[in-house]
């Protein structure tokens, strides 16, 4: 008796801890409001500045400076004119401090523009997997040695919204050096 009734308890945990993490998962056609989040120079980036005026790729990343992250990044930096001139903006987005968005950008010349999702509430408005506990990694960065915590970490996933604010793209299998391709080929579609 006693441990079905912690077998129930432990499985209402888990259904709420997993709701707690994750939100309703964004789905291709659905409409996509407005999100905010501080930018990689500490400056409130607001989502209605871009949605409904140009297309809009957002991608969640686990973390600033590590392999496949960097690989994403600089994959999307090398195309971005391409990305341009079909009109859209692009945003990467983890769980890092500001701080860390910037060293990130320094250290690999990205040139669009990094958000920071440290509790996890832009990714839960995606219905992005999120998990929330404190992690720090350390990294050089032109001979000074740095602590890079982050409070959250998201999966990655890749989403681009048409002018008309609607999911037109949505990737939970991210291959994080090919994204920025199969991002254009999408866009290309449109």
């Known amino acids: 008796m006693i441990s079905s009734v912690l077998r129930v308890f432990g499985l209402l945990f888990l259904s709420v801890f997993c709701l707690h993490v994750q939100g309703k998962e964004v789905k291709v056609g659905d409409a ?10 500490g400056k409130e980036w607001k989502a209605d500045q871009v949605l409904g005026n140009k297309n809009l790729v957002v991608y969640f990343y686990p ?3 590590t392999g496949g992250c960097t690989k994403q990044a600089c994959a999307y930096r090398d195309d ?7 009109n859209a903006v692009v945003v990467g987005i983890s769980g890092d401090e500001v701080k860390n968005l ?21 990714a839960e ?3 992005v997997p999120n998990s929330r506990e404190e992690k720090t990694i ?8 740095y602590q890079l915590k982050r409070e959250s970490t998201s999966s990655r996933w890749t989403f681009v919204i048409d002018k008309n604010k609607k999911v037109v793209y949505k990737s939970t299998t ?12 999408v866009l290309q579609s449109l």
């Open 63 to 65: 973390a600033a400076m």
């Open 80 to 86: 971005l004119s391409k990305l341009d001139s079909l």
């Open 138 to 145: 350390e990294r050089e960065i032109n001979g000074i040695k």
């Open 125 to 127: 408005a995606f219905g």
């Open 102 to 122: 910037q060293l990130f950008k320094e250290a690999h010349n990205l040139n669009f523009t990094l958000l920071s999702d440290p509790d996890g509430k832009v």
């Open 174 to 185: 991210v291959n994080a050096a090919e994204d920025s391709k199969a991002v254009i080929q």
């Open 32 to 41: 996509v409001s407005s999100f905010h989040a501080k930018d990689d120079q």
